[in-house]
T-cell receptor
Framework: DTEVTQTPKHLVMGMTNKKSLKCEQHMGHRAMYWYKQKAKKPPELMFVYSYEKLSINESVPSRFSPECPNSSLLNLHLHALQPEDSALYLC???????????????FGPGTRLTVL | DAKTTQPNSMESNEEEPVHLPCNHSTISGTDYIHWYRQLPSQGPEYVIHGLTSNVNNRMASLAIAEDRKSSTLILHRATLRDAAVYYCILRDPRRNYGQNFVFGPGTRLSVLP
């Protein structure tokens, strides 16, 4: 099974709401990622978890809060978002291979977020 | 800076070869070149990666220039299902571990029947 699942597929929220995005994989991968993709732009890395620990935060505002409860699950908690945060949020996972720079990342289909 | 440049769009006829170029003049000596594609309404998917020599797999071929400052993704016979945005990707040079991808701007490939 090489699938990364993300829920929900679509999410509309107000600026005062609190919501969460979920991502799941069962490939035994120990690295998991959150990306943000604006329309007609490439994905941009937000967070990286390695062995359930946050290893990279690309200076993401604190209104985005990632969580990795176990090796298969990755959440992104959202609070007090702005309309400019509307985007496709992609989750990905990969092995933590011994050779740097060669592991394939497997992406989910994304959650399309609209902030009103 | 792990910067890549790609043409904004390209067009191909079905069943003809397609050559998608990427420039990465600041690539470090140990960084792999990755190619992913994103079909409409989907997340990116792996296509191929390489370091120095040319690489082939069932999806595509990757030709890497001898000085590694450019590469070309080759689809040998384009099909309608190959219409997608193709991204050339390098790893973030600020970090010496992990798969911290920096996506290029992408080339939107249209395949005409």
């Amino acid at each position: 099974d090489t699938e990364v699942t993300q829920t929900p597929k679509h999410l509309v929220m107000g600026m005062t709401n609190k919501k969460s995005l979920k991502c799941e994989q069962h490939m035994g991968h120990r690295a998991m990622y959150w990306y943000k993709q604006k329309a007609k732009k490439p994905p941009e890395l937000m967070f990286v978890y390695s062995y359930e620990k946050l290893s990279i935060n690309e200076s993401v505002p604190s209104r985005f809060s990632p969580e990795c409860p176990n090796s298969s699950l990755l959440n992104l908690h959202l609070h007090a978002l702005q309309p400019e945060d509307s985007a496709l949020y992609l989750c990905a996972s990969s092995h933590m291979g011994a050779q740097k720079g060669t592991d394939t990342q497997y992406f989910g289909p994304g959650t399309r977020l609209t902030v009103l | 800076d792990a910067k890549t440049t790609q043409p904004n769009s390209m067009e191909s006829n079905e069943e003809e070869p397609v050559h998608l170029p990427c420039n990465h003049s600041t690539i470090s000596g140990t960084d792999y070149i990755h190619w992913y594609r994103q079909l409409p309404s989907q997340g990116p998917e792996y296509v191929i990666h390489g370091l120095t020599s040319n690489v082939n797999n069932r999806m595509a071929s990757l030709a890497i220039a001898e000085d590694r400052k450019s590469s070309t993704l080759i689809l040998h016979r384009a099909t309608l299902r190959d219409a997608a945005v193709y991204y050339c990707i390098l790893r973030d040079p600020r970090r010496n571990y992990g798969q911290n991808f920096v996506f290029g701007p992408g080339t939107r490939l249209s395949v005409l029947p």
